[in-house]
């Protein structure tokens, strides 16, 4: 063998070995962030108004696995009505979800986009005592004797829109900017649109159970200035 064909052949073979190190480094990555949006974060967007003005139509959000529920948290809530899938059913949503990166899910409509699937704000806890005036909600926490506005029990800040230009209402919502005082039962969560003229929520729904809370809003990501976290 020439020594320029050994040459040539060392260079063939290192030039092998790195194509084959990229490949299988771009593989690990994709498989490792398709686990990570699988299992613990995934993004959803938000298709209407009900949120604004913290989010507004097509925001796009990463939600994560549902954890502890506080006061002010941004939470996914599933479809009042959904159909109950058999194992065989949400083992081939997982399968095709995972090789799709979340795009598609094909049985019973439950891609990322879903509109069966919305966000709303946790206003109530179980144990509180509730009511609401001119579109804002009053809360007296099991235990307190006083009542104390949404804004001041909550953990986060948020800013809610309550806009009488009719060319804004959701005819479906009537006038619920007020509501008789009512007690949130164990697991029963009140959870409300930021847009309160826009959306339907637990004005309508009544009290929501909490395995019936999907994730939890981590950050949002889309549009860019209203990039932060939720």
């Given at each position: 063998?020439?020594?320029?064909?050994?040459?040539?052949?060392?260079?063939?073979?290192?030039?092998?070995?790195?194509?084959?190190?990229?490949?299988?480094?771009?593989?690990?990555?994709?498989?490792?962030?398709?686990?990570?949006f699988t299992f613990?974060?995934?993004?959803?967007?938000?298709?209407?108004?009900?949120?604004?003005?913290?989010?507004?139509?097509?925001?796009?959000?990463?939600?994560?696995?549902?954890?502890?529920?506080?006061?002010?948290?941004?939470?996914?809530?599933?479809?009042?009505?959904?159909?109950?899938?058999?194992?065989?059913?949400?083992?081939?949503?997982?399968?095709?979800?995972?090789?799709?990166?979340?795009?598609?899910?094909?049985?019973?409509?439950?891609?990322?986009?879903?509109?069966?699937?919305?966000?709303?704000?946790?206003?109530?806890?179980?144990?509180?005592?509730?009511?609401?005036?001119?579109?804002?909600?009053?809360?007296?926490?099991?235990?307190?004797?006083?009542?104390?506005?949404?804004?001041?029990?909550?953990?986060?800040?948020?800013?809610?829109?309550?806009?009488?230009?009719?060319?804004?209402?959701?005819?479906?919502?009537?006038?619920?900017?007020?509501?008789?005082?009512?007690?949130?039962?164990?697991?029963?969560?009140?959870?409300?649109?930021?847009?309160?003229?826009?959306?339907?929520?637990?004005?309508?729904?009544?009290?929501?159970?909490?395995?019936?809370?999907?994730a939890k809003a981590?950050?949002?990501?889309?549009?860019?200035?209203?990039?932060?976290?939720?």
């Open positions: 063998m020439s020594r320029s064909y050994r040459f040539s052949y060392i260079a063939l073979r290192e030039l092998r070995h790195k194509i084959l190190v990229v490949i299988a480094t771009v593989f690990l990555v994709l498989i490792l962030s398709n686990l990570v613990l974060l995934r993004p959803v967007m938000i298709k209407s108004t009900s949120m604004y003005p913290t989010s507004v139509k097509n925001s796009m959000i990463l939600v994560s696995p549902l954890g502890s529920i506080n006061r002010g948290d941004t939470v996914l809530v599933a479809p009042k009505e959904k159909e109950e899938l058999n194992l065989f059913q949400k083992l081939i949503n997982q399968v095709v979800s995972f090789f799709t990166f979340q795009q598609y899910v094909p049985i019973s409509d439950k891609n990322m986009f879903s509109k069966t699937q919305t966000l709303r704000r946790v206003i109530g806890i179980p144990g509180d005592t509730i009511y609401m005036k001119d579109y804002v909600m009053y809360i007296k926490p099991a235990g307190s004797q006083h009542f104390l506005t949404e804004f001041e029990l909550s953990e986060k800040d948020y800013d809610i829109n309550i806009s009488s230009d009719s060319r804004n209402w959701d005819n479906s919502l009537g006038v619920l900017g007020t509501m008789e005082e009512t007690v949130l039962e164990k697991d029963e969560f009140f959870l409300l649109c930021d847009n309160r003229v826009q959306g339907i929520d637990s004005r309508i729904w009544g009290g929501v159970q909490k395995k019936d809370l999907v981590l950050l949002q990501y889309f549009p860019f200035n209203l990039f932060g976290l939720m």
